[in-house]
C-alpha cells in the first residue's frame, strides 16, 4: 500500500478541526486515506471546513465540553463511517491572560474543562464506542507551554502540561491495543496564537533555529504521523514541534548566563 494510503479505511475524529491546526490534521488524515470528522462549536464552520477538506469529510457541531454533543458526534461518526479508530484531541482555549495570582475560578475551570477535561471525555466515548474492543490512536495537542514556563499564560500552560501528565496516565490504562500520544507544539500561524506571533513575527523567527514560525500543517503532519501505524511502537510520548525554539530559548538564556559571568 502507498504511503498516501496508510489510513485508508481508517476514521479519525478531530476536535476543534474548523480552523489552524485541527484543520490541519484533518487534511493530513484524508490524504493519507481517512474518514475524518471535523468538529466545531457552530455547524456552519464545521460543515464548511469539512467541504474544504474532501468528500471523506463531515462536519459536526460540538463543543468540546458538551457531553451530550460529544456523544452525538461519536454516535454519529459511527453510523455514518462505521468505526473511530483516530481521535485527535485538538479543541483548546486560553481565556486567562495574566499572572497566576490575577485569576478567577471562572477562567480557571474554562481553560481546564475544554483543554483538559475534554480529552478525557472523548477519550471515554471513543474507547467505549469503538476502541475499546478493536484497537485505536489518540492523539492530545498539547503545548510547549506544558513543558517551560513563561509569564502572563500560567494557567494555559498548567492545563497543557497536565494534559502530557493525561496523556502518559491513559496510555498504561488503555494499551496495548490503543495508544495515547501528544504534539507539543510552539509558536504557530493561527487565531488562537495571534499575540505571540502577528505583531513580532521577525523577532520570534529570529530566536527560532529553523528560522520562521510554524504554519498548522507543521503540526498537521505530526498529528498524522502518530494517528498511523508508523509510530506502532510510539505511546504516551509527547513530540515538540517548534523549529527549535524551546532549545533555542536555552541557548538564548544560556548566552546571557555567559555573558554575565564573563561581565
Ligand atoms: N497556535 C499555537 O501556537 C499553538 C501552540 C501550542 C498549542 N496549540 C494548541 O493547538 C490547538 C488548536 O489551536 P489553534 O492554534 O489551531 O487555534 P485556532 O486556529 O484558533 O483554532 C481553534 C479551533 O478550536 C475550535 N474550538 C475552540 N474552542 C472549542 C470548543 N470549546 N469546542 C470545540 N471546538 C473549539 C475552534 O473552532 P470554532 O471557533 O469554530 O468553534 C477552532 O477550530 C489548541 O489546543 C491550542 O491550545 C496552539
Known sequence: MSREGRLAGRTA???GASRGIGLAAAVALH???????????????ATSAAASVGERALGVQAHATDDDAARACVARTMET?????????????????GPLLSQDHGRFAKTMDVNL?????????AVEAWMGEHGGSIVNTASLGGIVVAPDLGI??????????????????????IRVNAVAPGVVRTRLAEALWKDHEEAVAQRTPLG??????DVGSAIAFLASDDSSWITGETIVIDG?????????????TIAVGAG
Open 156 to 177: 494555559y500552560h498548567v492545563s497543557k502540561a497536565a494534559l502530557i501528565h493525561l496523556t502518559k496516565q491513559l496510555a498504561i490504562e488503555v494499551g496495548p491495543g
Open 81 to 97: 463511517f462505521g468505526s473511530v479508530d483516530i481521535l485527535v484531541n485538538n479543541a483548546g482555549t486560553n481565556p486567562a491572560y
Open 244 to 256: 527549535g525554539q524551546m532549545i533555542g530559548a536555552t541557548a538564548a538564556a544560556d548566552s546571557a
Open 13 to 15: 475524529i478531530v476536535t
Open 31 to 45: 490524504d493519507a486515506g481517512a474518514n475524518v470528522v471535523l468538529t466545531s462549536r457552530t455547524e456552519e464552520a
Open 117 to 125: 477535561w475534554a480529552p478525557l471525555l472523548w477519550t471515554q466515548l
Open 212 to 217: 520562521r514560525i510554524g504554519e498548522p500543517a
